[in-house]
């Protein structure tokens, strides 16, 4: 890959309208994405090269199609920041993203002690949670235009917990799955396409005899043998870019293919995002706007939409 060129830059000014309100937050987690760091409010910087130039004409578009306004240009800084004071912007960028990453390392390596302790490491499970750290430090070197110090101290924790899953000793999926079976398992009320989703998978493919609840988003504490899934502190949830439901497979190590496509459907519809960009997103989109608009209760809109997943499920099965 060649060298960013370290005295110009690539420029985006834009502008982003309030309305609708997730714009501004995909936006600004597109930025992040792709290693930019603020120099003033609504003004972004890149190190010149085709792929930073590829980036922010993307980033731009989707600006200009939301109704914002957005300028990409080349520029060198004559006052006011130096060239070292944007490199030592992006380095910190970086040094917290590292800092991260060490951060959620250092937790697995937690849980697979007290695996280790138990005389048993869910390896098969543990093993796809490290793939997924070890690309997240993938995606962190990509942006890493200025090296970090940070860097190598991230690389040697992904690498010595992938050691260590690797020595493990496995135990089948389906062995850890009885632990979830005739459980209660709670959300936040209103449910929505993750919840929605999570749960039909938690269903069909998880505990045939779960029992849900519904709960306000805030002031709930949990109970003794409930598991709780896409909402704060949760068992189950967000995890980096991966929502509830794509956790829920990983974690769970589900290998099905038709599920992988749904889980594409539903992270783009839920991250209001085009990752995936599968032709059938925007119908189901629609179907399940649909379902929450005339159902209320979080059940009605749960048994509803399971039929839609049950059989689009099928669907990809059969192709």
Known sequence: MKEPDSTTWLMLIHQVPNSPAYLRVKMWRRLQKIGAVAVKNAVY???????????????????????????????????????????????????????????????????????????????????????????????????????????????????????????APMRKAQQAARSYSGRTWVTRTGVHVDRIASAWLIRRFIDNQARFKFVPAKGYRRESGELRFDMFDAEFTHEGDLCTFEVMIERLNIADRPLGRIAEIIHDIDLKESKFGRPETAGIALIVNAICTKHKEDLDRIERATILLDDLYEFFKKR
């Open 45 to 167: 910087v890149l190190p010149r090269s085709d792929q930073s130039s590829e980036d922010f004409h993307w980033v731009a578009r989707e600006i200009i199609e939301g109704g914002g306004d957005a300028s990409v240009c080349e520029a060198t800084f004559i006052e006011g920041i130096t060239a070292k004071e944007l490199i030592e912007l992006f380095q910190a960028a970086r040094d917290s993203d590292y800092t991260e990453l060490v951060a959620e390392v250092k937790e697995l390596h937690t849980e697979v002690r007290t695996a280790e302790n138990g005389g048993e490491i869910w390896a098969a499970g543990m093993a796809a949670r490290v793939s997924r750290l070890r690309q997240k430090l993938t995606d962190i070197q990509a942006i890493d235009f200025f090296p970090s110090p940070a860097g190598k101290q991230a690389e040697a924790s992904v690498s010595e917990l992938e050691a260590k899953i690797r020595k």
